[in-house]
């Protein structure tokens, strides 16, 4: 299959790209940097300059495709996160719309998380985002987008992932933890530390989305979760063991202090099950879970400076 990927450089994206190309596919990775063209060039893939705001480059690279992979998404600036939405949503149904008129057999699997869903209750994938929660309401209005396209001919997906995706970049939240851990010298819980995450390899998520590309059910919702519950003290505890450096719990009044805009992540109560996405998919995780993977998020935390 000719794929189109937006994101295809990033933490995850660049794990896809080396999953579709080692199964064959041809890639078509979006970049909006030189070293974005060098890199996709490097793994073999075909490098598509532009972003995700020019809707009409993104329709035609889309028309041109057997199938689409969106990953892109503005992590960077979270005091802007409903125009990220908004723009995640118009991007969503440029992709759709493009593969509809193209007319065939075409996929289009796009990406949210399972922190959309309730908190502090096994989250299913036929469970819906928790509309309560703002910002459960802003991303999760992407899936829907998504998932009507299927009424139009397109197997179009999701995939939800964890908020800890881990492996050699960036690792999500325990990436962040181990960044805010590094600089207060403290390795932190809050409380008994009995909030969950739930989380996946880079290399697994890799794998789902190309099962989902190849083989998903028109208008299904997939978990790249590997782990359903991990606890934060189990990974502060093994943070503070890796660096040498004293592992403490501090009261909910002190979350802001110790974390700064990192607290939400630090309260989150997220856990998902992957059981549908395993039996329909076939897929099965063989990454290290996050705690053995600890020592390779410190690392990369290391040196970016943190």
């Known amino acids: 299959m000719r794929v189109f990927v937006t994101g295809s450089t990033g933490f995850v994206g660049t794990g896809v790209v080396k999953e579709l190309l080692s199964a064959g ?5 979006l970049t909006r940097s030189d070293k974005g063209v060098e890199q996709l060039k490097s793994q073999g893939a075909e490098p598509l300059r532009g972003t995700i705001e020019d809707l009409e480059l993104l329709k035609k690279a889309a028309s041109e495709s057997d199938g689409v992979i969106h990953l892109a998404f503005n992590h960077n600036d979270f005091s802007q996160f409903e125009k990220a939405c908004a723009t995640d949503r118009a991007v969503i149904t440029a992709l759709g719309s493009a593969l509809v008129a193209a007319g065939g057999d075409r996929a289009l699997v796009v990406t949210s998380g399972t922190m959309m869903l309730a908190r502090g209750k096994l989250g299913y994938e036929t469970d819906g985002p928790d509309m309560s929660s703002s910002m ?18 397109v197997r179009a997906s999701v995939v939800r992932l964890p908020p800890t995706v881990h492996g050699p970049g960036s690792s999500g939240f325990a990436g962040m933890f181990v960044k805010f851990t590094l600089q207060k010298g403290v ?41 359903e519950s991990v606890t934060f ?19 909910a009044d002190k979350v802001e202090e110790q974390f700064g805009w990192f607290q939400f992540g630090a309260v989150a109560d997220n856990i998902a099950s992957s059981a549908k996405t395993r039996e329909e998919l076939g897929w099965t995780p063989t990454g290290p879970g996050v705690v053995e993977d600890t020592p390779v998020i410190i690392d990369y935390a290391k040196s970016q400076g943190a």
């Not at 596919?25 to 990775?29: D, K, L, Q, S």
């Not at 459960?136 to 001919?153: H, I, M, N, Y």
């Not at 009995?194 to 880079?202: D, I, L, S, T």
């Not at 502060?236 to 450096?245: F, N």
């Open 25 to 29: 596919h041809t890639v078509v990775g």
């Open 136 to 153: 459960a309401a802003a991303r999760g209005a992407s899936e829907p987008v998504c998932l009507d396209f299927a009424k139009q001919g």
């Open 187 to 227: 390795s932190a819980y809050i409380g008994e530390g009995q909030n969950r995450w739930c989380a996946g390899h880079r290399d697994d998520a890799a794998k789902l989305y190309r099962l989902a590309l190849e083989k998903g059910k028109p208008g299904s919702v997939y978990h790249a979760v590997a782990e």
């Open 233 to 251: 003290k189990e990974i502060a505890t093994e943070v503070g063991k890796q660096l040498d450096i004293p592992v403490i719990s501090v009261p």
